[in-house]
């Protein structure tokens, strides 16, 4: 459920109506308003958006409004929830480190989104031996040149599993871009 002030940006008096959704996904909202009769330049009325899922997809959609000075759409974005998992440092630079010394460094995994996930680092082979005299054996080379989107897709393929038994009824609150919170 989302609350959105419609603004008169024109600089004369305007009035504005709702037009029906889109066939596909109009049994999924349900808005609400008042006739706000004519608005005078810079204020606004208020628009209130519900959505009740129906199918456990992501919904992009449009709200149609016919105004006097002509037609304006407001768009309607309503997301799964998911896990959005990054690496935040994408290269571990080591510095310069001498035989028989160990250096350790933080690497940091991020997950912006709404389902909660578990990242898992393995172990990979002990560094086999040094070659092009830069001091990195050719195991730990092609451990660094990994990209950390890869890491991140597969924490995503993990988390896919989690998603795929979630219910219908947990899917996401609609964001309506340009909008503010829900009141």
Do not use: H
């Not at 049994?27 to 005078?40: H, I, N, Q, R, T």
């Not at 959609?61 to 309503?78: H, K, M, W, Y």
């Not at 630079?93 to 028989?100: R, T």
């Amino acid at each position: 459920r989302r609350t959105i002030p419609l603004t008169n940006v024109s600089r004369a008096f305007n009035t504005f109506r709702v037009l029906p959704l889109a066939d596909a996904v109009t049994d999924w909202f349900k808005v609400e308003y008042a006739l706000p009769g004519y608005l005078s330049a810079g204020t606004s009325a208020k628009v209130t958006v519900t959505f009740t899922p129906q199918v456990n997809e992501d919904v992009f959609a449009e709200l149609p409004v016919l105004a006097e000075t002509g037609p304006e759409s407001v768009p309607i974005r309503c997301l799964r929830r998911r896990v959005q998992a990054s690496v935040l440092d994408a290269q571990l630079d080591f510095g310069s480190v001498a035989l028989g010394e160990a250096k350790t460094l933080v690497v940091r995994f991020v997950n912006d989104g709404a389902l909660p996930t578990r990242a898992v680092v393995e172990a990979g082979e002990e560094v086999a031996g040094e070659s092009e005299g830069d001091g990195l054996g050719d195991t730990m080379r092609a451990a660094l040149a990994e990209d950390a989107a890869a890491a991140a897709a597969e924490a995503a393929e993990v988390a896919a599993a989690e998603e795929a038994a979630m219910d219908v009824g947990d899917a996401a609150e609609p964001q309506l871009d340009g909008g503010e919170e829900a009141e």
